[in-house]
């Protein structure tokens, strides 16, 4: 199996967006993104402007950021999912394909599968086939009220389709499971 380079934090804090294509890169470049066309994608990539953030959007990111922790400790107490290295802004999960190296993502969480797991969700096969000990990707997302019903029914393995993308793409830069 091929390798893939984990990056260490100060390189991955480094990385020029211009030169990968990234897990929020790849739905619009399989036009699926709600906010950016293909031709948009590559244009940032060959013309880059700096992107101007609003105090409301870096506030908006910081605390879906913060969030995130306390996820991880939910997916615990409610699933028995171990979460073994959080993408946190300090130290980011950040992958670069050994092979494909314009390959990058940026994975939220990390578990090792485990028997509490399975039993957890013992009518997904896909989870039940998946041995004891296996690194596994995991994403987070945190939803506005308004945007739930883009999500399917509560339980439901129903995803928008650019956020489906962005997981599929980190299993293929990382080569790891859902």
Not at 9 to 27: C, K, N, V, W
């Amino acid at each position: 199996m091929n390798d893939v380079v984990t990056l260490p934090p100060q390189a991955a804090g480094e990385l020029d967006r211009r030169t990968y294509i990234g897990g929020s890169d790849i739905a619009a470049i399989m036009g699926l993104s709600p906010w950016m066309t293909p031709l948009q994608c590559y244009e940032r990539k060959v013309n880059p402007e700096p992107e101007i953030l609003t105090d409301e959007k870096r506030k908006f990111f910081a605390r879906r950021k913060r969030q995130e922790p306390v996820i991880a400790e939910m997916l615990f107490d409610t699933y028995g999912i171990e979460v073994t290295r959080l993408s946190l802004d300090e130290d980011q999960n950040r992958y670069i394909d050994a092979d494909i190296p314009f390959l990058a993502a940026e994975i939220d969480f990390e578990f090792r599968m485990s028997e509490a797991i399975r039993i957890a969700f013992p009518d997904r096969p896909q989870v039940c086939g998946i041995a004891d000990g296996v690194l596994c990707n995991g994403e987070i997302k945190t939803v506005h009220p308004f945007k739930a019903k883009e999500w399917g029914e509560e339980g439901s393995e129903d995803v928008p389709i650019h956020y489906a993308a962005q997981g599929m793409h980190g299993q293929g830069a990382t080569r790891t499971r859902p």
